[in-house]
């Protein structure tokens, strides 16, 4: 395809201006997120509680054209590359850590969260990126399973990720087999957000190591319910168990992740424990890999899948009753 003909609109995504995200506590109280030169390390933020998120729709990827701004995009003009200036880490109170992406667009500058932000809520800025020229917009967050993961289908039978195709039928928890709609591919740069966690074996109950990226959600079930959770079965994202001994991110290189689309939110079985599949909605697919996302958004218009039955156990809770409470019993066995 030439360069002179604009592809068609692939994704779309949430985008804060950089003014309402704003110094609260710090040497700049008062001014809102800024270039990296303009801005200092522990310095306390908060998303104004009258922000709202703007739209940002970009053309779908397509070899040798640069994604570009597509037509219905509440910021910037149709035609308009947007690159990354800039990737901020900030931790909340409670020790959880949240990515934002910083955005020129049109002269102004906007902020991309990688992670949900609350209102009134005080973010420590603790890292300063510049974003590398070969950053792309396009490598934003993903759930997904690295390439290797054995996944569980209605036979039985365990077949590596890769292999699957649309189609096939996937053992659920919930719905017992049901046949993949879409498997989705990106390989990103194990860096930061895109950094994968590895559960070792046996730590969940899982066969062999479990790699998966870091806002993938594990569906734990507890036989003894867990004081102060109103539900014995859990999600839990891969990141919050980290211990850096049985559970941690492996940054480096490159890692080559895929997805699972269903008609539902499921819960499969990766490397025989059962974690969930890719949710198809705005939120989710607004962070998604291009070449993910416009696979999604092309075969399931308007799709918006409720999320599976669970309680969403956080990082504050985690860090009360600490991951290793949610270990299989012959790991935690062995930590004592």
């Known amino acids: 395809m030439s360069a002179s003909v604009t592809p068609p609109p692939g994704h779309a995504c949430q985008l804060f201006a950089a003014e309402d995200i704003y110094v609260t506590i710090g040497v700049n109280t008062g001014d809102g997120l800024g270039l990296p030169g303009d801005v200092l390390e522990g310095d306390i933020y908060e998303l104004d509680a009258a922000a709202r998120p703007l739209r940002l729709v970009m053309t779908r990827p397509v070899a040798g054209v640069e994604p570009q701004i597509a037509e219905g995009s509440a910021v910037g003009a149709p035609g308009e590359v947007v690159r990354m200036a800039a990737r901020y880490t900030l931790m909340s109170p409670d020790g959880d850590k949240v990515e934002l992406l910083l955005l020129p667009v049109s002269g102004q500058l906007y902020v991309l969260p990688l992670s949900p932000l609350s209102a009134r809520a005080d973010y420590t800025l603790v890292k300063v990126e510049t974003a590398p020229e070969e950053t792309r917009l396009s490598d934003l967050m993903c759930v997904s399973f690295a390439r290797g993961t054995l996944i569980t289908l209605a036979t039985g039978a365990q077949k590596p990720i890769e292999t699957l195709r649309p189609g096939d039928k996937v053992l659920t928890r919930d719905h017992g087999p049901q046949p993949l709609r879409l498997l989705g591919r990106a390989t990103l740069r194990a860096h930061g957000a895109f950094a994968p966690v590895v559960i070792l074996a046996g730590t969940l109950g899982n066969s062999g190591d479990l790699i998966v990226s870091q806002h993938h959600r594990m569906f734990l079930y507890q036989r003894k319910r867990i004081p102060g959770l109103p539900t014995s079965e859990l999600l839990v994202q891969a990141k919050h168990l980290v211990d850096d001994e049985n559970v941690f ?76 409470a949610l270990y299989a019993p012959a790991r935690r066995q062995r930590r004592r």
């Open 249 to 324: 991110i492996r940054e480096g290189g490159a890692v080559e992740y895929f997805s699972l689309v269903f008609d539902r939110h499921e819960i499969v079985y990766a490397e025989g424990i059962p974690a969930e599949s890719l949710m198809v909605n705005d939120a989710t697919v607004s962070r998604l890999p291009p070449e993910i996302a416009a696979e999604v958004q092309a075969r399931f218009p308007g799709l918006a899948q409720v999320q599976h039955f669970g309680t969403e156990a956080g990082r504050q809770f985690l860090s009360q009753v600490g991951p290793g």
